[in-house]
């Protein structure tokens, strides 16, 4: 029950978050230069009359304040409102390409913590040791060097120069044949073979996701593989070095059980902390790297949406964004007090 | 007491291989455990008393090595060396790390730590921690462990053992924790524990608390303790023979009315001195002036010479031999100081060391 209550108030804190977030969003993309109608009509010579109506249609002839009044009613009755670049509402298109950015996320995050975690005991094992020097290199390089410039470089050698990956055209599990029909044979699923076999359709499509996802996996995982490293090491070296660890030594235990339960599990703590923090931060980094891949996210969503005043699109986004925000760092405050027994929500709230 | 002793540490040596240079922290020590005995190892902070138990389990941490010395338990070699050419090896004899670790850590030697609130593991109930250990170390199966796990926290005075046995460590006060840590000590029947000043962390009532219980159960399970300490009022207290640890030396060795009445050492009085006693009327405690010199570069003849209130100029050329003094009930009282040995120690001239400045410019100790 505490941490049910936690949750709750956690929320109920996070809606005057949210509306602050909503005031400055909608005054940024109302202060943008342009209208939205003119790009609506793009290059013609606009009809007045014409502009006027769609204005009126639109709402955009109200003032400033009314505008954002109605756009919190709707809001508030579940209405993101509605895109006037792709003519179609804010709530389909986030449901269209919040998963893309979904996978994309999730995947680097397997990625770097599947990678940092055993390389970061390992240096944390091996200290002032060549591995722990290398891990070091690896770390800095991955920190200070930019995720869409890795994308970049990957693309050149691994799609251009080597040809083993594609760099683009990404493609999606949950689809089905009938999304594909015209570029079937194009992309190639439906005859993918692996060591000799064709793939049934189904099975081609994920093979060919996976393909996908290599590059653009490696790109935004790298940075948030490089910290968490960082973190496990440090972390691991502080555990190895506690009292409880030398005791556990001290009554025979094994140097192996040691790294893997009565120093792992403690310095598992910060990661948890680290990962919450870094998943939203992948967030921001997910925009680049849909971009550099091509890949229909929301990220793209994001900037078509300002480069085309699409006001209504550009304040649903940010607002789902600050709530996936709010969301993940509540998730990292809760799991908290699962694996960690010294936190609880029992008082508290 | 004529059984053998169950320890035996002869001329032991730990050396610290830095950057800065080799710390001889621990530099030639010899002491010994009679079985049920209590023997203490006082000193202050940075003398190697801590350096000196590591090495009795073969935990010296990197850069730290045993370099030197013999550590005999029972019939078994923990430290032993030879001369190969001009190098010391390890015997044949000596104990492996896993042996060590599967034969002595734990089920002959055990240890509880200064720090209480930091010895145990967060992340895992006491009953976990417990049961752990004495799967590790006795022939139990997992309920039998239980049981016997349940039964010591009993023991050690821990009310409602079956509740407590599945709390988090947090839960418990930092006496209660030492508590824990004295019941899983036990509870893996080793022959010897090390206590590594396990009161320091303590306040004093519980410190008392736990001294009384680690007397009761010391008479009740026969163990032998090797109890390191900086407060000769828990010496007074709980030990039989005390050993009196100086900048990696023993400089005094006796049983604990000797040492407390017939001192023979000048920094085992002014260690004495500097605590208040029940049987003396003084105005102020005197505290050790200066600070404990670095064990880089120990200062030359008598190393205790640069803060002793007696020294003299002899002192700082020639090392005093640690030589048996007197000798009280069958037991040796040893000490290292040049005032016991015939080499001018009266007709030198006093120095003018740490001891004798007075306050100004000095940091005092304790």
């Known amino acids: 029950m505490g941490i049910l209550r936690y949750t709750v108030y956690r929320l109920i804190q996070a809606v005057p978050v949210l509306f602050g977030l909503s005031v400055i969003t909608f005054l940024l993309a109302n202060s943008m230069p342009g209208d939205p109608v003119s790009i609506m009509l793009a290059e013609t010579e606009s009809d007045p009359e014409l502009v006027a109506a769609l ?40 449901a269209e390409r919040l998963p893309v950015t979904i996978m994309l996320v999730a995947s680097s995050f397997v990625f770097a913590i599947a990678t940092a975690i055993p390389l970061g005991v390992i240096a944390a094992k091996n200290r002032n040791q060549p591995s722990d020097h290398a891990s070091r290199i690896v770390a800095l390089i991955g920190v200070s060097t930019p995720s869409f410039w890795i994308g970049l470089m990957l693309i050149i050698i691994f799609a251009y120069q080597l040809g083993l990956l594609p760099s683009s055209g990404m493609v999606y599990p949950w689809h089905s044949p009938d999304d594909y029909r015209f570029i079937d044979s194009y992309l190639g699923i439906g005859s993918t073979q692996v060591g000799g076999i064709t793939l049934p359709w189904l099975e081609g499509l994920y093979y060919e996701t996976a393909r996908h996802l290599i590059l653009p996996t490696l790109a935004l995982g790298t940075l948030h593989m490089a910290t968490i490293m960082r973190i496990e090491r440090s972390s691991m070296i502080e555990s190895l070095h506690a009292d409880y660890v030398q005791l556990a030594r001290a009554y025979g235990v094994s140097e192996r059980k040691i790294m893997r339960k009565h120093a792992f599990r403690v310095s598992q703590l910060p990661i948890v902390t680290i990962i919450g923090l870094n998943l939203t931060t992948a967030l921001g980094g997910a925009v680049l790297i849909e971009e550099v891949f091509a890949i229909n996210g929301m990220g793209r969503l994001i900037i078509t949406a300002i480069q085309n005043l699409d006001y209504q699109l550009v304040l649903g986004t940010t607002l789902f964004f600050g709530v996936v925000f709010i969301i993940g760092v509540i998730i990292t405050d809760i799991s908290y007090a699962y694996i960690d027994p010294r936190v609880s929500y029992e008082e508290d709230s | 007491m004529t059984d053998e002793p169950i320890l035996t540490v002869e001329n032991l040596k730990t050396q610290f291989f830095t950057e800065q240079g080799v710390v001889r922290a621990v530099d030639g020590i010899s002491f010994d455990v009679y079985p049920g005995e209590i023997v203490g190892l006082v000193g202050e902070s940075g003398a190697g008393k801590s350096v000196a138990t590591s090495s009795v389990m073969r935990l010296v941490d990197n850069p730290g090595e045993i370099v030197g010395g013999e550590i005999t338990y029972k019939n078994k070699t923990l430290v032993g060396f030879e001369r190969a050419g001009d190098e010391l090896v390890p015997r044949d004899e000596m104990l492996t790390n896993e042996e060590m670790r599967t034969q002595v850590r734990g089920n002959e030697i055990a240890i509880i730590f200064q720090d209480p609130m930091e010895s145990l593991n967060p992340v895992y109930t006491i009953g976990h921690q417990l049961k752990e250990f004495i799967l590790l170390n006795r022939e139990l199966d997992k309920k ?84 390191v300490t900086h407060d000769m009022g828990v010496v007074a207290e709980i030990c039989d023979r005390v050993n009196v640890m100086y900048l990696g030396e023993i400089v005094e060795q006796a049983t604990v009315d000797e040492l407390f009445y017939e001192t023979q050492h000048p920094y085992t009085n002014a260690l004495l001195n500097s605590i208040p006693r029940p049987d003396q009327t003084i105005e102020e405690l005197v505290p050790i002036k200066g600070v404990m010199p670095e064990a880089i570069n120990p200062p030359s003849g008598c190393r205790f010479h640069t803060r002793c209130p007696d020294a003299r100029e002899v002192c700082t050329e020639i090392e005093p031999t640690y030589s048996e003094i007197t000798t009280y009930d069958g037991w040796p009282h040893n000490a290292s100081c040049l005032k016991h040995e015939d080499v001018g120690y009266d007709v030198s001239e006093p120095i003018e060391n740490e001891a004798r400045k007075g306050t100004e410019g000095t940091e005092v100790v304790q």
């Open chain 2, 144 to 227: 039998a462990a239980r049981e016997e796990a349940i039964t010591m926290l009993r023991e050690v005075g821990i009310p409602e053992p079956e509740e407590r046995f599945d709390d988090y460590p947090h839960e418990f006060s930092g006496g209660m924790r030492q508590r824990v840590l004295i019941a899983m000590a036990l509870a893996c029947q080793p022959e010897l524990i090390i206590a590594d000043e396990p009161t320091t962390a303590l306040d004093v009532t519980v410190e008392g608390q736990i001294l009384e219980l680690v007397k009761e159960l010391q008479e009740e399970y026969g163990t032998s303790f090797l109890w």
């Open chain 1, 55 to 94: 204005e009126a249609q639109y709402g955009l002839d109200r003032p400033l304040h009314e505008r954002y009044v109605n756009y919190m009613i709707g809001l508030a009755q579940g209405d993101l409102g509605y895109s006037l670049y792709y003519n179609e509402p804010v709530l389909t298109k986030v």
